[in-house]
């Protein structure tokens, strides 16, 4: 539904932009973010989420 709303230029749209350029600007580590993006890719979540319940 979040996804929608932004998408379709809902009241999270301009949320989600200046959320999107605080964390572009800001000095989040780069490869903890590409780890965080790669999160979203089924073969790095599930054995991930193996490991943690491990």
């Known amino acids: 539904m979040l996804t929608w709303q932004v998408a379709g230029h809902g009241p999270?749209?301009?949320?989600?932009?200046?959320?999107g350029r605080a964390v572009?600007?800001?000095?989040?580590?780069?490869?903890?973010a590409h780890?965080?993006?790669?999160?979203g890719?089924?073969?790095v979540a599930l054995p991930v989420l193996v490991?943690?319940?491990l």
């Open 41 to 43: 890719n089924t073969a």
């Open 24 to 32: 572009a600007g800001g000095g989040f580590p780069s490869s903890a």
């Open 51 to 53: 490991l943690v319940m």
């Open 35 to 39: 780890f965080l993006a790669d999160l």
């Open 12 to 19: 999270l749209r301009t949320l989600d932009e200046r959320l």
